[in-house]
């Protein structure tokens, strides 16, 4: 079942005809996100599910040869987009979420990233930190921070106390409202209402920080 602000949000998408969509387009349909991964003459145009193997590939062509062999989806909410991965930061600084999994913060790492229509932007580890980043590889522009890795452990987060922080942590809920299609959120919604979130812990040296800066704003 799909969470009621997933549910919300999705009714903001506009609704399109798959078939008209170009290779690379992020939409979602029957409870999954979906990308498209052909769109070739003669209606050969597939979909396969983000992030996930051929095995769930679809035809979005009715009566094409994809069609015979695949499951058919016509309609779809698509997803939006970044012109530019400028467009992760705010203010020519770099934005900051902190999840509770290190899944679903890489996840929304990757999303953010498949969003973008000009490339370039690529996640990677920050450094030493309990994080990940979207970065050109000379600057970040949107970092994501976790609490518990994909062992289990709590991770250690006293650096976001320190002073002055060159951007603003938020919880994983102020950020893009997509971010509630991906596997795992309303699990770990769940978590947090049975689980109060522990506060950041205690205050590290700016050392410890990475220190972010932006290029000028593209044009």
Request: with cysteine; net charge neutral; aromatic share 10%.
């Amino acid at each position: 079942m799909v969470d009621p602000a997933a549910l919300r949000y999705l009714e903001s998408l506009p609704e399109v005809d798959t078939a008209r969509l170009p290779v690379g387009t992020l939409f979602w349909a029957e409870g999954r996100v979906y990308q498209v991964i052909e769109a070739s003459a003669g209606g050969y145009h597939k979909a396969r599910e983000w992030r996930k193997s051929e095995s769930t590939d679809v035809a979005l062509v009715p009566g094409s040869f994809p069609s015979r062999y695949l499951p058919l989806v016509r309609r779809g909410r698509m997803l939006p987009v970044y012109r530019s991965r400028l467009d992760l930061a705010h203010d020519d600084r770099a934005t900051c979420f902190i999840f509770p999994t290190e899944a679903l913060a890489l996840d929304a790492a990757y999303l953010d990233v498949a969003l973008i229509i000009s490339p370039g932007a690529y996640v990677r580890n920050q450094g030493q930190e309990p994080a990940f980043a979207a970065t050109d590889g000379a600057h970040v522009f949107r970092l994501y921070y976790y609490r518990q890795s994909v062992n289990g452990r709590q991770t250690d987060l006293s650096a976001l106390q320190a002073r002055p922080l060159p951007f603003r942590p938020q919880p994983h809920t102020e950020g893009p409202g997509y971010w509630c299609l991906l596997p795992g959120w309303k699990e770990t919604l769940s978590q947090q209402r049975t689980q109060p979130m522990r506060a950041v812990g205690a205050t590290a040296d700016d050392d410890t920080l990475p220190h972010l800066t932006l290029p000028p704003r593209e044009r």
